[in-house]
C-alpha cells in the first residue's frame, strides 16, 4: 500500500529534504584529490546533526556509514573509507536524513578535480535523465511513465541503466513501496496521486547494465568495471506539479 502524505507529514519531509540538500552541497565543495571517502562521511555525519537531523543510513540493516561513497565502477552502496579520491575519479555521494521520524534521501555524482570527456557525458546522461523521470511525477500519470522517462534518455544516448536496484517511495521509512525501475513500458503500474513521494535514482552505466555485490555485502560495482553514476532526488507529487524535496 503506497501511503499518501498529508500536508503537516510533508512539511517534516521538507525540513528532512532540506537537511540532505545542504550536506550535498557542502560535500560537493569539499570532493577533491587526496580526501578520503572516510573524511566526507565524518563531514556528513556532523552536518546532519548541527542541522537537528539524524543520519538515516548509519546502522540501517547494518550499514557503518553516515553517507554511501561510490567510486568509478562502484555504483551504489559504497562503504566510506580510508580510500583517497584521486584526480579524475568520479564519487557518488548519497546521503539520508530522518526529522521527526521522516526521511530524505538525495544523491549526487561529483567529479574529483579534471575528469576525462567520457566521465563527465555520462554524469551528464545521468542528471538529464533523473530530471526526465521526475517530470513525469504528476498526478494522473503511471509509475512507469517516470521508469520509461528514464530509460528512453538513458539508453537513446548508449548507456546502460541498472536494473538490479530500483528508486523508492519513502516517508516514515527510508524504503516504502512502491519499487521505481529504471526501466519499463509507459503506462503501468499505480497512478500517481497526490500525497505520494517517491525517491527517483537513475543508476546508469557506461558498458553493460550487469552489476555485482563485492565481498562486503554492500558495494555493488559494474560487472565489466566501467563507470557508474547516479543522482537521486526526494519527490512529492502535488496538484502543481512534482516538488524536489531536496533540491540543492
Known sequence: MIELKSPSQLERMREAGRIVAKVIEMLKKEVRPGIT????????????????????FKGYRGFP???????????????PSRRKLKEGDIVGLDVGATVEGYFGDAA?????????QEAADLMAVTQ????????????GNRLSD???????TVESRGYSVVRDFVGHGIGTEL????????????????VLKEGMVLAIEPMVNQGGAAVEVLADGWTAVTKDRKLSAHFEHTVAVTESGPEILTRI
Open 37 to 56: 571517502t572516510a573524511e566526507l562521511d565524518e563531514m556528513a555525519g556532523e552536518k546532519i546533526r548541527q542541522e537537528g537531523g539524524k543520519p538515516a
Open 65 to 79: 556509514g553516515n553517507i554511501c561513497a561510490s567510486v568509478n565502477e562502484e555504483v551504489v552502496h559504497g562503504i
Open 108 to 116: 549526487v555524482t561529483v567529479a574529483v578535480g579534471q575528469i576525462s
Open 128 to 139: 538529464a535523465a533523473l530530471a526526465e523521470g521526475i517530470a513525469f511525477a504528476r498526478p
Open 146 to 152: 517516470i521508469s520509461h522517462a528514464v530509460q528512453r
Open 175 to 190: 524504503h516504502e513501496p512502491p519499487q521505481i525501475p529504471n526501466y519499463g513500458k509507459p503506462g503501468f503500474g499505480p
